[in-house]
């Protein structure tokens, strides 16, 4: 994607939302992320980001996409890229979200909005807002137990 001003705080945005099931991915193995992409186990790796999105979100709205690849040189740290298909309500966003022993990043290839503004600030929002109604977050604090 052609970065714009608006790109990096769109990447943030994403990012912070979807952390939580980076932090869950990053728990897997790389050697067994790395082989099952080397081996072109799509499937496999499909679940495994299902599983980790739906502790977080509701179904369907993290997605792993068409591949991935990864960085595996003798002495450095693995690095495995992912790429995501992120469908919050009326928004679709094309990503790669790569991982690596001590950080997870993010980078937008493409936002599609259904019905975008002319407002980028407001399609900015929008992005926001739809991806923090997608997440599993109690609405009201839980009353005490307290007797």
Known sequence: MRKCEYTTTREKIVAEAISPVASELR????ADLISLI???F?????DLVSSAAELYFHPG???FGAGGDYRLDWGDVPEVVLDLEIKPRDVTIYAQLT???D???LEINHISFQHPSDDPDANTAFLAQSLSEARFIPNHPQPSMAA
Do not use: K, P, V
């Open 38 to 40: 080397r081996f072109e």
């Open 99 to 101: 991982l690596t022993r």
């Open 103 to 105: 950080y997870a990043g």
């Open 27 to 30: 728990l897997l193995d790389a």
């Open 42 to 46: 799509f499937g496999n790796i499909s």
């Open 61 to 63: 709205t993290i997605n």
